[in-house]
């Protein structure tokens, strides 16, 4: 079988992937395995559930749920090696050019790489200028958490305000409540992102200004969102301090646009940058996470780069047939393109991930909600699947029905850990004994027979029957720390990768968001004009904004 080069540019020389014969093969397996029941698969290998797992970082991966074979992994890791997956790998590592449409380096793993790593990017070692920020961000961590670095007024700071939207917050968020645990109580972290006025508000009620340190996080510093809700609340927090010249003590900024920066009023020494080879998505680990250390600490902060940079290590060395990312990359690629599963549900059973969902679905969608090839073809496959999810035991009483007797296909990932960060008589069995029960009733169900055996009602015997067949990963770990995290993030992170270089897509750029920037820049000019405007859209939006204009109006 052919070997498809790559490495950095696109890959125009590689064949249309399904009609690649490692592609094809999987196509005929699939086909003779279709039928087969996940029951089937542990009746024919009872041990299987002893052998289809694989462990790093602190992360025991159980994927002998999903409806595979020793062939069907054989022939993904087949279709990895005649992809490229391993010199993409390298390419990422090395930090080729590989985000092809945007003309740069994916180098997020740099973020965590150990102070002696070398890591050279165009002449230069990029890693001691990532640990001069992680230095500055440490120092500037401990002057708040000390009370060393105090508001304008003399007070210390007891309230870090992240503005910032997308990658600038949503790993942010999801690292303070899964880390909350580790958290300095004394302080307290919110999140405001959305142009809806109602956040910032909200986020800011009953707070003092004196007390309140501002981080405005965006990489480019020109999203609408972020520099909306910054001015906003540099009016609120000057308005309250009655002097310009508080700025500097309550604002601080996260960004790779260092005149942005400046032309806001944020002065360089209160900046903490990053570099346009880090995507938004890709950033929590970086300068972005300062609201994240704030409140965790340097100390637990490092620890968890060290969590990324051990399954970074583990992504790049360990063979493919044990590696936790690549497989898991691999079996996503077989649900979404052979099982034609649309969605994927992730449910940490920890109420700590809540926001863990929310995190991957920028992650995962934005990475690979892509249509076209590298190359700029019409790709004749389904890419991403729509992940979402919500913790258990919660979402069991809400759309689990569908997960167990709904007609579409949904592969779970279920995530849970070994010891509670709160123990409480036995509440964390109970939580893990509900993981542990989903997973077996979402692959092995119950038959007519078992049902009828219970003596149901013939009438009810359909409605009561579990068809089961529904594949899941099960992840577990000791307990949620910071280094657990870390490896956790990763593992996603590069699952993500290995799913975009199967489809020969640009995992790292983000073109689909733009559109509807443009057309909400043109419609804000329309509803700010004080006379109605000639509007020029298609008739649904023209009555729609005509509609708008005319209730505002009226309303009190
Ligand atoms: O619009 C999408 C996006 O560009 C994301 O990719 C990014 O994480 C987010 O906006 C925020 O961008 P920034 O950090 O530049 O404000």
Request: proline residues 4%.
């Amino acid at each position: 079988m052919s070997h498809l080069p790559s490495r950095g540019g696109p890959q125009t020389d590689r064949p249309t992937l399904t009609r690649h014969p490692a592609w094809q093969a999987l196509v005929e397996h699939h086909r003779s395995i279709a039928d087969s029941h996940l029951r089937q698969f542990f009746a024919d290998d009872p041990e299987r559930g002893e052998r289809l797992n694989a462990e790093a970082a602190g992360l025991y991966l159980d994927y002998s749920k999903n409806r595979i074979n020793n062939e069907t992994i054989r022939l993904l890791l087949d279709l990895a090696g005649n992809c490229g997956l391993p010199e993409r790998i390298d390419a990422m590592f090395c930090g080729d050019a590989i985000n092809t449409t945007e003309k740069r380096a994916a180098l997020h793993t740099a973020l965590r790489a150990p102070a002696g790593a070398c890591i050279v990017l165009d002449g230069v070692d990029v890693v001691p200028e990532v640990h001069a920020v992680l230095d500055q961000m440490a120092t500037f961590a401990d002057a708040v958490r000390g009370g060393l670095w105090l508001g304008h007024t003399g007070k210390r700071i007891r309230h870090i305000v992240n503005i910032g939207i997308g990658g600038s917050d949503l790993g942010p968020v999801m690292a303070y409540e899964a880390l909350k645990h580790y958290c300095q109580r004394n302080l307290s972290c919110q999140f405001v992102s959305n142009v809806d006025a109602t956040d910032l508000v909200e986020a800011t009620r009953g707070l003092d200004a004196a007390e309140t340190l501002f981080i405005v996080c965006s990489k480019t510093f020109t999203t609408l969102e972020t520099l909306t809700n910054a001015k906003a609340a540099r009016a609120w927090s000057v308005a309250q301090l009655g002097d310009e010249h508080s700025v500097a003590r309550h604002f601080v900024a996260v960004s790779t646009n260092a005149e942005g920066v400046a032309e806001f009023g944020i002065a360089p020494t209160s900046m903490f940058g990053f570099w346009d080879w880090v995507g938004g998505r890709y950033s929590m680990d970086s300068a972005v996470g300062l609201s994240l250390m704030l409140a965790i600490g340097p100390g637990h902060f490092r620890a968890m780069l060290d969590g990324f940079h051990a399954m970074d290590e583990h992504f790049r060395g360990a063979p493919f047939g044990q590696n936790l990312p690549v497989l898991m990359g691999l079996l996503a690629v077989w649900n979404t393109d052979f099982l034609e599963a649309q969605t994927q549900a992730v449910l940490p059973y920890d109420q700590y991930l809540k926001r863990f969902p929310a995190y991957l679905q920028q992650l995962t969608m934005e990475s690979n909600g892509k249509h076209v090839t590298q190359a700029g073809a019409r790709v004749d496959y389904a890419t991403s699947p729509i992940v979402w999810g919500e913790p258990g035991t919660n979402g069991q009483h809400s759309f689990y029905q569908l997960l167990h007797q709904g007609t579409p296909l949904v592969p779970c990932d279920f995530i849970g850990f070994c010891q509670s960060l709160n123990p409480l008589d036995s509440q964390h069995d109970l939580l893990m004994a509900n993981l542990f029960a989903q997973t077996e009733a979402m692959a092995f169900g119950k038959t007519a027979d078992e049902v009828r055996a219970e003596g149901t009602d013939e009438a009810l015997v359909a409605h009561r029957v579990f068809e089961g067949n529904r594949p899941s990963n099960t992840l577990l770990a000791e307990r949620l720390t910071p280094f657990t995290l870390g490896a956790l993030v990763a593992l996603y992170e590069h699952s993500v990768f290995t799913q975009g270089v199967i489809w020969d897509i640009d995992s790292f750029d983000q073109w689909g968001v733009e559109l509807g920037k443009l057309l909400a820049q043109q419609t804000a000019a329309e509803l700010a004009s004080a006379r109605a405007p000639t509007l020029t859209h298609d008739s649904s939006t023209n009555a729609l904004i005509r509609r708008y204009r005319q209730l505002r109006k009226e309303s009190p």
